[in-house]
């Protein structure tokens, strides 16, 4: 640990193991996360501006037990995933060292701009493995870039062209793509690993503000502030009162919603002439200001996301609400009266839209989302060999609607242990057809939006939003998968203790996601690191 | 490090100095090829691919009565009259679960490309049969693969290096045109060539990133270990990339790039679906006259498939379940529409490579294409007939115009046919039951 003496400094000076009341976990092995889309994006803006463009995709995420986030932990990366990193790597560089942009990026001034000059190429390149790394680079990391911007100012006459290579490097290096943790042994006891400060810092950025550390945390980093637990509290109360949490709010809300299953929406054009890609684009967007909104802005109770009657609307959005929305481009805001069907978050267009095939609605697609999204209760998978004919003919005069189609279909047995999970709460979405548009009927039926869940009987979705705004695994669920994304890994087994002391956290704070943030950021649990190569035994229990 | 160190001062060096006159033997000491040029006057390349469409078929109007050659086509697989005689059809090979459950949509997709089926939800966990193929054939192409969706959809690919090792899609004509022929194309026939000097500091800058490797390892353990691996790999097959582009490609006959199609719409609608497929075609067509690459992946539709038709509730996944059997027809008419669609699509696609002259034969000659699908009977999610064929003889490999016909037979005998086919150093694969060293004779040479 020769980078960072800081470190070894304040050794003495640490953590004193858990808090009383916070139990062991196992921690999590050494891995690293790939950057996610949200996240790229974020950091090269952070470190160059926001004007600077990309010119590449990337590859989808991977989906594991509900979170992109712990997928992250286990994806790879394709050659033609790779190719597009090397695209946009050499565009940024590009963009960072032209005309337009090296007076302000670049923090020094070559002797002559035709010639490589070592002192330039050295401070700026230094400077910026530190923001891209997340890290200082040591000597030897710097080495690589620094000769290729040299040689390659040296050939081409051009101190600037040659240190865009430079750039690419960095960009291209796993340093960047990937959060690596680094451990070190813990100064208390020399057979357990912590992390590294800097590696508590890239944490704490990402969980919070779907961002790389800023400047003041690399610092508190550097300064081994990351590894007191009072000086650490105070960075995270920065954190947490930074306009930027709304930021990481967002994005734990878009992965936890499976909002990115909205790139592939596709609704039929004839059947639902209101849905288009503006729809389901500000869907995503009216659901996220409406979240934000109340559980950071306000700080209101987590569970009042199903109960709430205020969000935003744009005028499209009007169109498919049935509500006047004066402004032509401005998001308003708005709530919803008392005797309208519109309450609470399942009721908003991202859920119906999403969770509905493309020209229908789907009452076990939608009890099947909450189950698995909401209640963190996965949903077994069907058997193979089901006939469904018979019952799900939308045609056929016996069964006009989905809660009689539905009910002919569970009457067989194969299927009726999981349609009774899923299909009852469904139906209370009914009332919101495949494109979430409300309707009072089906094929000319008056629909029976009335269902069940885990025991409560509710008449419509307002009074489902209230059974789970009521239902214990709502926040059990939430606090479960906050720590998940926050940690980038699934619990073992061995850590029913400390959920639970997670969940009573989050019960005690009223509820509250930005005390349930400063729980997990600065849990022993979240920075807990055990040896993924077996060099230190087992660092826990 | 002093190895760099040279090698930058050779560089700098060099470009300085007008090297796009140096002849290429220097550009091969100075860029440490590990000899995979393209060496001129070398036979055709064989190339592989697959090509998948979801939901199956109905077997009473797709399984041909009479097996071996002159095998005869029902009306969900006429489409491929034009081109029968370069197609086998393979039928009744079965995914053998060995008591796991049959995990709808995706066992048998896992047990046909990757030898095993998973006990639980989740992608393929060990190598398909298209990478298995890639490693032996070398990557001494551009790309090491491509793989298209017709629908658009990145996530609808099913080619897997490991479980966590997924190659993703190109979803739309416009940009798969542009990751091949757009400004890093170098065109084999080209009179001259002058390697690019930008090229040569491209590669130094990846070339510093493959030496991170050991240090980036450190403190991992095995699994992220090898899914760095992984990474590291993509950008050695970039690198490799760059390596080919500093060399004079070896003409290609039959190369003749196409126009570059026009901004068209992306969806899972059956008409959009077929068009685009048709555009990815045709430039994969060209893609691999032109040596760009020499294994590919084509996926008309997803497994559990997501087409639709215009003003339809149901899409076509849906509609085997739930549209009812036609009591005069005897089966599904709607969801029958998709699978006709598919085989039309399919036999386009075949036409599409046959259509193009190479060497003393046609591109489809010097390939290999498995075409698939995902169920037998979608309606039941049956998997013990998944419709398979192949279209081209591999560079005379194989025997074609056959009907292969078994009763139960591990389905795991075609990919292991096809992979001894390419030249896969391969005894025997599979896994459990369906562990196989019997190639399907039948249509060996």
């Not at chain 1, 909205?262 to 967007?285: C, G, M, N, R, T």
């Not at chain 2, 095995?222 to 490609?249: A, G, H, I, N």
């Not at chain 2, 390939?367 to 699908?373: E, I, R």
Request: hydrophobic fraction near 40%; charge should be neutral.
């Amino acid at each position: 640990m020769k980078l960072f003496p800081a470190i070894v400094t304040f050794g003495a000076i640490l953590l004193s193991g858990c808090g009383p009341s916070e139990p062991p976990t196992t921690g999590t092995p050494v891995s690293a996360q790939r950057l996610s889309e949200a996240q790229y994006r974020q950091s090269i803006s952070d470190i160059f501006g926001a004007d600077i463009k990309l010119g590449g995709r990337f590859e989808p995420g991977v989906r594991k037990n509900g979170l992109l986030a712990v997928g992250g932990s286990v994806v790879a990366m394709s050659p033609a995933g790779f190719e597009q990193y090397d695209i946009m790597a050499r565009a940024i560089a590009g963009q960072v060292v032209d005309a337009k942009h090296r007076d302000a990026l670049i923090p020094c001034k070559p002797v002559d701009a035709t010639k490589p000059d070592q002192t330039c190429a050295q401070l700026t390149l230094s400077k910026y493995a530190r923001l891209i790394y997340r890290r200082p680079a040591s000597e030897k990391e710097l080495e690589e870039p620094l000769s290729l911007a040299n040689g390659a100012a040296a050939s081409k006459g051009d101190f600037y062209a040659g240190l865009a290579f430079g750039f690419a490097q960095l960009l291209d290096s796993p340093n960047f793509i990937f959060r690596k943790d680094v451990a070190e042994t813990d100064p208390s006891d020399s057979s357990k690993l912590r992390l590294t400060a800097y590696s508590k810092a890239s944490r704490l950025s990402f969980f919070l503000w779907n961002a790389p550390p800023d400047g003041e945390l690399l610092r508190a980093a550097e300064a081994g502030e990351l590894d007191r637990r009072s000086s650490l509290k105070t960075q995270v109360d920065r954190m947490l009162a930074s306009p930027r949490l709304e930021n990481g709010a967002r994005a734990f809300f878009v992965d936890f919603l499976n909002f990115d299953q909205f790139d592939s929406l596709a609704k039929d054009a004839a059947i639902y002439p209101v849905f288009s890609a503006k729809i389901a684009h500000d869907a995503q967007e009216q659901t996220l200001r409406t979240l934000v909104d109340l559980v950071i802005t306000e700080k209101a109770d987590y569970r009042d996301i199903f109960t709430s009657r205020k969000t935003y609307l744009t005028r499209n959005l009007g169109v498919v609400y049935q509500v006047p929305v004066a402004s032509e481009k401005d998001w308003e805001a708005h709530e919803f009266a008392a005797n309208d069907p519109h309450v609470g978050i399942l009721t908003q267009l991202s859920f119906t839209e999403l969770h509905a095939h493309p020209g229908r609605s789907s009452s076990t697609l939608r009890g099947k989302a909450v189950r698995e999204i909401l209640l963190c209760e996965p949903v077994p998978s069907p058997p193979a060999n089901v006939n469904f004919t018979v019952v799900q003919d939308t045609t056929n005069p016996q069964f006009k609607t989905a809660r009689d189609r539905l009910t002919a279909h569970r009457t067989q047995a194969t299927c009726a242990g999981c349609h009774k999970i899923m299909d009852p709460i469904g139906l209370g979405l009914e009332n919101f057809d495949g494109a979430g548009q409300y309707r009072q009927t089906e094929n000319g039926a008056p629909i029976d939006a009335s269902g069940e869940i885990d025991g409560i009987k509710f008449t419509d979705a307002g009074s489902l939003g209230q059974a789970l705004h009521d239902n214990p695994a709502t926040t059990a669920c939430l606090a479960d998968s906050l720590f998940r994304y926050a940690a980038g890994r699934d619990f073992d087994a061995g850590e029913k203790d400390w959920r639970k002391w997670l969940a009573q956290q989050f019960a005690e704070a009223g509820y509250k996601m930005p005390d349930l943030m400063r729980t997990i950021a600065t849990s022993d649990a979240f920075f807990a690191v055990r040896p993924a190569n077996g060099e230190i035994k087992e660092a826990q229990r | 490090m002093s190895v760099n160190f040279n090698r930058r001062r050779v560089l700098r060096g060099m470009l300085g100095g007008g090297a796009v006159t140096l002849a290429l033997p220097f550009l091969d000491c100075f860029l440490n090829t590990n000899g995979t040029a393209l060496a001129s006057g070398r036979p055709l390349p064989i190339r592989f691919g697959t090509w998948n469409w979801g939901c199956g078929m109905n077997p009473q109007r797709f399984v041909p009565t009479k097996v071996g050659t002159d095998y005869d086509l029902l009306p969900e697989l006429k489409y491929i009259e034009t081109v029968k005689s370069q197609i086998n059809v393979f039928s009744g090979f079965k995914a053998l679960l060995d008591g796991k459950p049959n995990l709808p949509h995706i066992s048998g997709m896992q047990a046909l490309l990757s030898g095993g089926v998973a006990a639980a939800m989740g992608p393929m966990d060990a190598p398909t049969i298209d990478v298995l193929v890639g490693d032996a054939v070398g990557t001494d192409t551009r790309f090491r693969s491509l793989e298209m969706a017709a629908t658009g959809n990145p996530k609808h690919s099913y080619s897997y290096r490991s479980a966590n090792g997924f190659n993703p899609a190109e979803g739309s004509p416009v940009a798969m045109y542009a990751r091949i022929f757009g400004p890093d194309f170098q065109d084999p026939n080209a009179a001259d060539f002058k390697p690019d000097p930008n090229v040569m500091l491209r590669k130094s800058v990846l070339t510093g990133v493959t030496e991170q490797r050991d240090d980036f390892m450190k403190q991992l353990g095995q699994s992220d270990r090898t899914r760095m691996d992984e990474y590291f790999t993509s950008v050695r097959q970039l690198e490799q990339q760059l390596e080919l582009q500093l060399q004079k490609p070896p003409p290609a006959e039959a190369c003749h790039v196409s126009a570059k199609p026009t901004d068209a719409p992306v969806g899972t609608e059956v008409g959009m679906v077929m068009s685009n497929h048709k555009l990815m075609a045709e430039i994969l067509a060209m893609a691999l006259a032109c040596n760009q690459t020499k294994i590919f992946n084509m996926v008309f539709s997803d497994s559990a498939s997501t087409l639709r038709m215009p003003g339809e509730q149901m899409i076509h996944h849906l509609m085997t379940h739930e549209e009812p059997v036609d009591k005069a027809l005897g089966y599904q008419p709607k969801a029958a529409y998709f699978v006709e669609r598919s085989i039309e699509a399919w036999a386009l696609f075949v036409t599409t490579l046959a259509s193009i002259r190479e060497g003393d034969g046609t591109l489809l000659d010097h390939c290999l294409v498995m075409g698939h699908s995902d169920t037998e009977y979608a309606r039941i999610h049956s998997i013990s007939g998944i419709p398979v064929m192949t279209a081209g003889n591999a560079g005379g490999r194989i025997k074609t115009g056959i009907h292969v016909s078994a009763i139960g037979e591990p389905i795991t005998r075609i990919g292991f046919t096809l992979q001894q086919v390419m030249g896969v150093p391969v005894e025997k694969w599979g896994m459990g039951s369906m562990q196989t060293n019997k190639p399907v004779s039948e249509i060996l040479i």
